[in-house]
Structures are given as structure tokens and as C-alpha cells.
């Protein structure tokens, strides 16, 4: 099966910088993938990473380690709506069916960004 | 807005009750994805299709089904209702089983009573 943990809850200045972690167990990995979820509200996608290393897109960037099972999502410059829950999902082939997959999600950071 | 359309946004029902949840993925797209989130809980994957197959299923139950279309949208049933089945429902769709990131509707907040 497979296995993601991420810290239930964060808290950060405005402005500052935040790091988000998320470690995993999988069989078949096929790629990472970030999701902003507000309250009551569906998830939006933020990043995907498949490979090793950074990808930066604006003020989000995330990194992965396959080798480690661990990838992080580093928010800059918070604002007040950056307030959200922050989803690590990960993407793992099913064994014996060629190209099914199954698209498994943490419990999700809670992310508070105060003044 | 995604492009992923859900109905009903809310569902009020009785236990004992069954009820039927409708998706219409993006243009497009062939995979279709299921996931009920309780209150302040994690998403949890119930079942996915790709295009009008099922591909995978998660915890769902047994009073649970669901089924895609030829026209691609789905349909998540929930038979014989219990309190516990109060949550959002959400339908995903992507445009393959692969390497791509799936689109969420607005869900559908199920209340049992």
C-alpha cells in the first residue's frame, strides 16, 4: 500500500518563507503532486514532480528525492491567502495493469499565515 | 473554474436512504476519479475509471458503486445511508491514466440525518 505523511499543521509570518514537508512509501511511483485545498472548497493543482529536483513556478517551488521518498513545497513571500491546507499526493502504477494508476492523498498541512 | 462539473452541490437525506451523485469531467478527459473527505479529514480515493473501465478502488464500500458512462461522465451511488457517510464528495478527471494532474469539481456536500 502506500503511505504519506505530511505535518498536520503550520503556522508563519506574512512575507516570510514556509517549507512544507512530505515523506512517502510507495511501490510503482509515478510522479508527485502538490494541491491547495481551502476550506470546504475542491483542491487545486500547484506542482508535479516526477524526477529528481526543484521545479519553480512563481512564488511556489517543490522538490522531490526518490531515492529519501520525500519532497517538500516552499511557499515565499506568504500572504493572508496563502491560508489553505496544503494536499501531497502521489501517483504509483498499479501492478499488472500497464498504465492504471492510482492518485493517493495525504491529510493535508494546514498552513496559517498570520501578520 | 475547472472544468469538472458536479451535482448536486448539496444533498440532504435520511438514513437508510440512497442517493446519486453525478460528475461531468473535463472535454477530454478519460479518467475519472472519486474521493470523500469528511469533515477536517484527508481526501480518501474511492474509485477510478478510465474511460468507462474501472482501473482502481480504494476503501470503498460495499453499500458504494459507481459506474462511467459512454459519454464519459460518472455516477457514485450510495445505498442503505449511514451518519458516517456525511462528507464532500469529490469527482477528479484527467486527461489520461498517466503522468498528468487531475482537475477537481466543487464537490458534493452529502448530509445524512
Known amino acids: 500500500g502506500q503511505n504519506i505523511d505530511q505535518p498536520t499543521e503550520m503556522t508563519a509570518t506574512e512575507g516570510a518563507i514556509v517549507q512544507i514537508n512530505c515523506t512517502y512509501q510507495?511501490?510503482?511511483?509515478?510522479?508527485l503532486f502538490w494541491y491547495q485545498q481551502h476550506a470546504g472548497e475542491a483542491p487545486t493543482f500547484l506542482s508535479y514532480?516526477?524526477?529528481?529536483g526543484l521545479e519553480e513556478k512563481g512564488r511556489f517551488s517543490s522538490f522531490l528525492s526518490r531515492s529519501k521518498g520525500y519532497s517538500y513545497l516552499l511557499l515565499k513571500e506568504l500572504q493572508m491567502k496563502d491560508s489553505a491546507s496544503y494536499l501531497c499526493?502521489?501517483?504509483?502504477?498499479?501492478?499488472?495493469?500497464?498504465?492504471?494508476?492510482?492518485?493517493?492523498f495525504g491529510t493535508g498541512t494546514r498552513l496559517q499565515v498570520t501578520l | 473554474d475547472s472544468g469538472v462539473t458536479q451535482t448536486p452541490k448539496h444533498l440532504i437525506t435520511a438514513t437508510g436512504q440512497r442517493v446519486t451523485l453525478r460528475c461531468s469531467p473535463r472535454?477530454?478527459?478519460?479518467?475519472v476519479y472519486w474521493y470523500q473527505q469528511s469533515l477536517d479529514q484527508g481526501l480518501q480515493f474511492l474509485i477510478h475509471?478510465?474511460?468507462?473501465?474501472?482501473?482502481a478502488k480504494g476503501n470503498i464500500l460495499e453499500r458504494f458503486s459507481a459506474q462511467q458512462f459512454p459519454d464519459l461522465h460518472s455516477e457514485l451511488n450510495l445505498s442503505s445511508l449511514e451518519l458516517g457517510d456525511s462528507a464532500l464528495y469529490f469527482c477528479?478527471?484527467?486527461?489520461?491514466?498517466?503522468?498528468?494532474?487531475?482537475?477537481f469539481g466543487q464537490g458534493t456536500r452529502l448530509t445524512v440525518v
Open positions: 477528479a478527471s484527467s486527461v489520461s491514466s498517466g503522468n498528468t494532474e487531475a482537475f
Open positions: 514532480n516526477v524526477l529528481d
Open positions: 510507495t511501490s510503482g511511483f509515478n510522479g
Open positions: 499526493a502521489v501517483r504509483a502504477l498499479l501492478a499488472g495493469t500497464g498504465t492504471a494508476s492510482k492518485l493517493t
Open positions: 472535454s477530454g478527459d478519460l479518467s
Open positions: 475509471y478510465y474511460n468507462g473501465e474501472e482501473r
